[in-house]
């Protein structure tokens, strides 16, 4: 088994000669980036995580990365307004109303108007969505052990808090500047 610091070394060793470019040999590339910047390897591994979820979820249940999100938070809970599930999933407002209204239509979750709540639209999974998010969770973990076969646990715990650290100090942060 790789160590994590073993697998982070190799995956920012890009030899020039195999670096993807667009343009003449010798120009810089996102590839040849990653050794000067973390922040843009995190970048390039996370959009090639999204690209390559987003299309297995497409072609396998026809659903985007935003209703993949809310159906397994809906899952671990009884139901959640649009700005909690907004919180939650860590979408905007606007992204959570779009896609409750596709998964309203697919009869996956059911969304109702309550003035108990301050006229909130109240979501929950129906019977078809427990059914769908409980086998989206499935093959999520199936899908993250094979992303993670060659870490061993210790690796993965070292890795899992030091995203969670680093997503916790940009939490408030003013990275405009």
């Given at each position: 088994m790789?160590?994590?610091?073993?697998?982070?070394?190799?995956?920012?060793?890009?030899?020039?000669?195999?670096?993807?470019?667009?343009?003449?040999?010798g120009q810089p590339t996102a590839g040849l980036l990653t050794q000067q910047h973390?922040?843009?390897?995190?970048?390039?591994?996370?959009?090639?995580?999204?690209?390559?979820?987003?299309?297995?979820?497409?072609a396998a249940f026809d659903l985007g990365m935003a209703e993949w999100r809310l159906l397994l938070v809906?899952?671990?809970?009884e139901a959640l307004n649009v700005g909690e599930l907004s919180a939650a999933a860590d979408l905007d407002k606007a992204a959570v109303s779009r896609s409750l209204v596709l998964l309203e239509e697919r009869k996956l979750v059911s969304v109702t108007q309550t003035r108990t709540r301050?006229?909130?639209?109240?979501?929950?999974?129906?019977?078809e969505g427990k059914k769908l998010s409980a086998q989206l969770m499935q093959v999520s973990l199936q899908r993250q052990a094979r992303l993670f076969k060659n870490f061993t646990k210790v690796?993965?715990?070292?890795?899992?808090?030091l995203l969670a650290q680093l997503s916790q100090d940009l939490t408030g942060a003013d990275w405009d500047q």
């Open positions: 790789r160590s994590l610091k073993k697998a982070v070394k190799t995956a920012v060793k890009v030899p020039e000669a195999k670096a993807r470019t667009g343009g003449p040999p973390i922040t843009v390897l995190l970048v390039s591994i996370g959009l090639r995580l999204n690209r390559g979820a987003s299309a297995y979820y497409r809906l899952m671990s809970t301050g006229r909130a639209a109240i979501a929950k999974l129906t019977p690796d993965k715990e070292r890795l899992h808090a």
